[in-house]
């Protein structure tokens, strides 16, 4: 009877499991098509050396806080202050890089700068047990007010080449090393989230947080490597945005959760948690980018970004159902 | 007769301390902000600056409001996107003011667009059932790209000055927009919500889903009615904020979420739903356009304003969190206590 029962459930896995590569198959191979659209669209702009180097850069940057933003999503959390701690992290590094701090040291302070506000989370979150949507969302005006209080109304622009060489302009030949580094940290992710203990008492809290903690899990622990890990690749993006655009501004970063959670909704993860893959939310990352690559090269005014991105959620999260309701 | 219904658990013993978990918080910091505000600049509670102060406040009191009740019908509901319904609807009325309606049928126009908003949140909410973070996340920055689009990028001016009444002008030293659409509509959702059968359905829907469904109340519908009251009131709003300044901003309404959702929660909102007074909302208001104001009359800058209504949200929220947490401590041991006298 028992075996029946685990076979059935075998199977009923087995389904799911090819569902969800089935979502993951079909994304990639309409990324394909997109590719394939821009390039005959666009008259080779798309196809240029600089626009796709950009385009590997801007991936990486969306990549790599998507790798965290699917373990906290997993978790049945969400955080919306990374674009604001973004803005923190470019903040400090930038005032550091104006007292000529060499860029590895930045780079070390700006992880750390970026743990601790995913700790901050982390810790409202766990300790207090206070909803991640609230938590986040005042963090996010807090953060911007440090942002500003920082910068005292003025901007930073003494962004040194080396930064910008070692993120945006060398590479593994044609592969920035910013984009080298995602692939490694995504891999990282998701061999994290499939095979070690802590990736799967993510997923078990998304589950079911109520069942997860009576089991005697290490959910506050899981949810707080969940958040941090967040802010430090978070930071990370912080840099490669500073590589790519040196300028520090009151707004920096503002709007870049958005693009963060499409890529991950668009991947595959739900928002109610339990479910997800990383990999899915690098495939996510690709989509959001494209689509904002498109809207450069097709000269759209830049007011469209906002809007064709929350529509990337909405279709994309409708289709999800639409697929679910089949089954 | 039905003020006579209460939940089962209630008793007095237990109100006491519901009571002190739903507004101990918002007393607490209503008395900070008073005295941090009178700290900061004596003059803030002179009367002629609490009608300036009142005009801060309505429109996003009004946009709390609707966030209140999104929040009341329960399920996760939450609305991001009111301070982006509220710009939307803000150059929506001004592109059809350009486009030579009348400046009344324009603000008609916000309202209705308002509306039009608030109901795509509810249709993809309670319809198709995705979760409102995700909906209203998006459609903050779908609405707020769609207003720099209507607009063009730009402010929109160049209104009649007689379209000011609404915005700029005083009744017997009350702001017009306080006396003749805050205080009303205020008071007709307090009925709504509170006398009214539809007030019971989404407290109910807010409380226990299941039973809910199970007395024949269709949750879904009830709280897309939520949603729409969030965007005609978020519309209502834009029509009063392009009066005041007659001027349409696509850029308006940036913080107003996070200060809706603050005033709602500091208010004494639970935010799974549920439990929640209007005039909880109301006193919460007062707090946030205190602040806001006493910051403005300081000369401090809003973003360091919106943070420290970040930090009143976080508050306000753990005290929520810990207060209804030992008050249901306190519940269990006096059930306790009193299975114990039975026996």
Not at chain 2, 175 to 197: D, E, G, K, N
Request: aromatic share 8%.
């Amino acid at each position: 009877m028992t075996a029946v029962a685990a076979e059935a459930g075998r199977a009923q896995n087995a389904r799911r499991i090819s569902m969800s590569m089935g979502y993951e198959w079909s994304l990639a191979l309409f990324e394909v098509l997109g590719i394939v659209v821009l390039s005959m669209t666009t008259a080779g702009a798309f196809l240029r050396v600089t626009n796709l180097r950009a385009l590997l850069v801007d991936i990486a940057t969306i990549a790599l806080p998507g790798a965290g933003m699917t373990l906290v999503i997993a978790s049945a959390g969400i955080d919306v202050s990374i674009g604001s701690l973004l803005g923190l992290v470019a903040v400090v590094a930038g005032m550091l890089f104006e007292h000529n701090v060499p860029v590895i040291v930045v780079l070390g302070v700006a992880a750390v700068v970026g743990g601790l506000g995913g700790v901050v989370n982390g810790t409202l979150i766990t300790k207090l047990r206070l909803p991640p949507i609230i938590v986040t969302l005042g963090m996010l005006s807090i953060w911007r007010s440090m942002v500003f209080a920082l910068l005292g109304g003025n901007w930073i622009s003494s962004i040194p080449l080396s930064l910008t060489s070692l993120t945006v302009l060398d590479g593994l030949g044609f592969l920035p090393y910013s984009f080298v580094f995602a692939i490694a940290v995504v891999l990282l992710f998701s061999y994290i989230s499939r095979k070690r203990h802590i990736g799967r008492v993510i997923y078990a809290i998304g589950s079911n947080n109520e069942a997860a903690r009576v089991s005697g899990l290490p959910v506050q622990r899981a949810i707080m490597f969940a958040y941090c890990s967040l802010g430090v690749l978070t930071a990370i993006a912080a840099m490669m945005t500073l590589g790519q655009s040196t300028l520090v501004q009151a707004n920096t970063g503002s709007g870049f959760e958005l693009s963060v959670i499409a890529a991950v909704v668009v991947g595959g993860t739900s928002i109610l948690g339990g479910t997800g893959s990383v990999m899915g939310s690098v495939l996510g990352a690709v989509l959001v980018e494209l689509v904002q690559d498109a809207v450069v090269l097709y000269r759209v005014q830049p007011f469209w970004q906002g809007v064709v991105l929350g529509g990337i959620i909405l279709v994309a999260v409708s289709v999800g159902l639409a697929k679910k309701s089949q089954r | 007769m039905m003020r006579g219904i209460r939940f089962p658990y209630a008793s007095s013993r237990q109100t006491y301390w519901e009571m002190a978990s739903r507004y101990g918080v918002l007393v607490a910091i209503l008395l900070a902000v008073v005295v941090g505000s009178s700290i900061l600049t004596p003059e803030v509670l002179q009367p002629s600056n609490l009608a300036g102060m009142s005009v801060f406040g309505v429109e996003v009191g009004l946009m709390a409001f609707g966030e209140t009740l999104v929040i009341l019908g329960g399920g996760g509901g939450i609305d991001l996107s009111v301070g982006a319904m509220y710009a939307l609807s803000q150059t929506v009325l001004g592109a059809m003011f350009q486009a030579h309606y009348g400046v009344w049928t324009a603000s008609v126009g916000a309202l209705v667009m308002g509306s039009i908003l608030g109901a795509t949140n509810g249709f993809f909410i309670c319809v198709l059932g995705i979760p409102a973070i995700l909906v209203t996340l998006a459609t903050l920055f779908a609405y707020d790209g769609l207003a720099l689009v209507v607009a063009n990028g730009v402010n929109i001016s160049g209104f009649p000055p007689t379209f000011g009444v609404i915005g700029q002008s005083s009744i017997a030293g009350v702001p017009f927009q306080l006396l003749v659409i805050y205080i009303p509509v205020a008071v007709f959702l307090w009925y709504a919500s509170t006398r009214a059968a539809y007030g019971y359905r989404l407290r109910l829907c807010g409380t226990n889903e299941v039973a809910a469904r199970l007395a024949g109340i269709n949750v879904r519908g009830v709280r897309f009615w939520a949603y729409v009251a969030a965007g005609l009131l978020s519309g209502v709003a834009g029509v009063i904020g392009t009066s005041r300044l007659l001027t349409a901003r696509p850029d308006a309404g940036a913080t107003a979420n996070i200060e809706a959702i603050t005033i709602a929660v500091l208010g004494g909102t639970a935010i799974f739903g549920g439990e929640g007074s209007i005039s909880g909302t109301a006193l919460a208001t007062l707090v946030i356009a205190l602040l806001g104001y006493s910051f403005g009359l300081a000369n401090i800058n809003s973003i360091i304003e919106t943070g420290s209504v970040g930090g009143i949200l976080i508050v306000a929220i753990w005290g929520q969190t810990a207060l209804s947490s030992y008050s249901q401590r306190h519940r269990a041991g006096a059930n306790a206590l009193e299975a114990s006298d039975r026996a």
